[in-house]
């Protein structure tokens, strides 16, 4: 069996609309050989694949009190997690509103392990983390703080928590979270003047950086001190984090100058709202711009 093929005649073709239109891409720049240089190896981007394999919810919230350093408007955001905490009794509100984040995060990765710490003191915080690097081992921790109830990060490089009465704000140094927590970690921070935390969290990654590296050299010296260093690696490993805290990711909610949003239309953990429901909010988002123009 043969296909019969039909050749338009040059004398109909020329009659076809499409004739007339002009050839694209044509220019003279279209046809130049370029020069295409090699792929540049981008640094930030990480090298091999990392399951978070645990969570930390660290939620200081003291629902019904506002935070001494910081003036609500009135009427003021409210919803975190999408739950109004003032419809049931304060402690209640603060476990649903933790177990909601969970569900959040586990849509996002199921197989992670979950630990949330209420309104927590240092000490519950210094165990959290420790616990949670023990089982993690050299996979990812994500270290998710909620600081609503507390002042804002000082300049000092401290986030607050409380003390075992609930009575007083207490400060808990980055400096000690990053020991806690070790590498490789994410951190999110909800919190007001979220900025101050990342400008002071590099400066202590790479004093904590330095740390290691000196402590090294201190264990290679006293343990092989006449062989050189490149036979001590395997010694050294399960001494010492092998992931430097210069690699960890911080995402904050806001610059350093900067107040959380106060819009009774959007959810007071606006931040959280984007991580975990990013839909969600987008929609709200849209409709109350359409209400503003309309208006």
């Known amino acids: 069996m043969c296909d019969t093929f039909y050749v338009t005649p040059a004398s109909e073709l020329e ?4 004739w007339k239109k002009p050839l694209a891409f044509q220019a003279a720049h279209h046809h130049e050989n370029l020069n295409v240089p090699d792929s540049v190896e981008v640094e930030w981007r990480l090298r091999d694949r990392m399951k978070t394999v645990s969570v930390a919810l660290v939620m200081c919230l003291h629902i019904g009190v506002d935070p001494p350093d910081v003036v609500k408007s009135n009427p003021c955001s409210k919803l975190e997690c999408w739950i109004d905490p003032f419809s049931m009794t304060p402690r209640r509100a603060l476990e649903t509103i933790a177990a909601e984040l969970q569900r959040q995060y586990e849509r996002w990765q199921s197989k992670a392990r979950y630990k949330s710490s209420l309104d927590p003191t240092q000490e519950d915080i210094k165990k959290l983390c420790m616990t949670l690097r023990r089982n993690a081992r050299e996979e990812r921790i994500l270290f998710h703080y909620n600081g609503h109830g507390v002042p804002r990060p000082t300049a000092n490089g401290e986030i607050w928590v409380f003390n075992k009465n609930f009575t007083q704000y207490i400060p808990l140094s980055l400096y000690d979270l990053q020991k806690w927590m070790s590498s490789p970690s994410i951190y999110v921070f ?8 990342l400008n002071l969290f590099v400066k202590f990654a790479e004093q904590i950086d330095k740390e290691l590296e000196e402590a090294r050299r201190n264990i290679v010296q006293s343990t092989f001190p006449t062989s050189t260093s490149t036979h001590t690696t395997s010694q050294i490993a399960p001494l010492l984090p092998t992931s ?15 107040l959380l949003p106060m819009n009774p239309e959007l959810p007071a953990d606006l931040f959280t709202s984007c991580l975990t429901t990013p839909i969600r909010i987008a929609l709200r988002w849209y409709v109350l711009q359409k209400k503003y123009k309309s208006s």
């Open 244 to 258: 430097s805290p210069i690699h960890d990711i911080l995402l904050g909610a806001c610059s350093e100058n900067e």
């Open 190 to 197: 909800d919190c007001s003047h979220a900025g101050v935390v």
């Open 15 to 18: 009659k076809l609309e499409d």
